[in-house]
């Protein structure tokens, strides 16, 4: 009898947006049918994330690497992109899987295996800064593609007319977590911040940081015994360019950012969409630096959540007493207590993957019948 298997395929290069939230997926799959297997095929580094949540996974080849890393340009184009097919028939040889989830942009190697060997798919699309232009990009993939899966509210955005009957829009994507109830009597001059850079793997990643220190640092000449944690995300390499600051530690990797921004006072953080999602449901003050990316529109999401959301503010100058500033004037306002709770996008998004691959199994059944 066959074990029914989804396997999961994000993109993991300079941030953790698309392994983060096909992970919650993952893990609501695993709430709902225990008997699915999850597995994840991952590129890069950050595993680490994966290794918290208990999810199972298998390495690719980084097409990253083998496109920058010097080492690797002894190997011809023809033979980095052979290898990684290769690595990639082996996955789905062992693996199996009777449908695979891809988020946003797939690894061109490990797509060229699954419609080799005709792999039912499913994609996972978020918002874009250009949807037009992206659409352009995946255009050959999308006529393949049985389900598309939007972590998004309906009306957030508009697919084209072709692809609606395919399209589920589920709702915002984030991991289950235990709600925490906020301390309701807190010494205010004992504040506690935390500076939140996503992934931290996009280039330039540290002015943000070195900003937000710089800003916490003049803060701290208001509230001495402020108390302040900068999480620089499990993929930021430009340690050498960050500036320390007395009193603020720096992590890599925190394995429970919900807890950590529901035990803070403010929050400074980067707009990518699972730490926004979480810092909407836990209520925290936060302060948002928008940053420009390729393909994801921070500065929409800011602008969006602060229209709806009273305890988010967008920041959009330059200086580190600027931003303190926005954070003393933040921190003297009176702003309505959150009512926690997390979205069931994920839950809404494994319960489609369950009927898929049910009905792909059934079907198979019947095959020898036929």
């Not at 052979?82 to 996955?91: D, I, K, M, N, P």
């Not at 940081?209 to 701290?220: F, I, Q």
């Not at 809404?348 to 059934?362: D, E, G, P």
């Amino acid at each position: 009898m066959t074990t029914p298997t989804i396997l999961f395929q994000p993109p993991n290069h300079v941030g953790l947006g698309h392994i983060n939230r096909l992970s919650a997926i993952a893990l609501a799959l695993r709430q709902i049918d225990p008997e699915i297997r999850a597995p994840f095929a991952v590129e890069g580094a950050a595993h680490v994330l994966l290794d918290a949540l208990d999810l199972p996974y298998v390495p690719l080849p980084s097409t990253h690497l083998m496109q920058e890393n010097k080492y690797w340009s002894s190997w011809t184009e023809g033979e980095r992109a052979g290898l990684s097919v290769s690595v990639a028939r082996a996955v789905l040889a062992s693996v199996d899987p009777q449908l695979v989830v891809f988020d946003c942009f797939p690894n061109q190697g490990f797509l060229s295996a699954v419609l080799e060997r005709q792999v039912p798919m499913a994609l996972c699309i978020r918002e874009m800064r250009n949807l037009d232009k992206y659409l352009e990009e995946v255009s050959d993939l999308l006529p393949r593609v049985s389900l598309i899966l939007v972590p998004h509210d309906a009306g957030t955005f508009d697919l084209p007319e072709a692809l609606n009957a395919k399209s589920r829009f589920v709702g915002r994507v984030m991991k289950p977590v235990k709600l925490i109830q906020k301390e309701e009597k807190r010494n205010p001059n004992c504040l506690r911040v935390v500076v939140s850079g996503g992934g931290g793997g996009y280039p330039g990643t540290f002015k943000f940081y070195n900003l937000a220190m710089r800003a916490v640092s003049e803060l701290r000449q208001s509230y001495p015994k402020l108390e302040a944690r900068t999480v620089v995300g499990p993929l930021f390499r430009d340690w050498s360019l960050l500036e320390p600051m007395n009193g603020i530690s720096m992590i890599p990797f925190d394995p429970d950012p919900f807890a950590t921004f529901a035990s803070a006072d403010l929050v400074i953080s980067v707009a990518g969409y699972n730490t926004v999602t979480e810092l909407q449901c836990v209520g925290t003050r936060t302060i948002l630096l928008p940053a420009e990316r390729l393909w994801d529109d921070q500065f929409s999401r800011a602008e969006r959540t602060a229209r709806m959301y009273p305890h988010f503010r967008i920041f959009r100058g330059s200086s580190h007493m600027d931003l303190a500033n926005v954070a003393r004037g933040f921190l003297t306002e009176p702003v309505p207590t959150a009512r926690m709770s997390v979205p069931d996008g994920g839950s809404k998004a494994a319960w489609c993957l369950r009927s898929m691959i049910k009905k792909h199994l059934r079907l198979a059944e019947r095959q020898p019948n036929q």
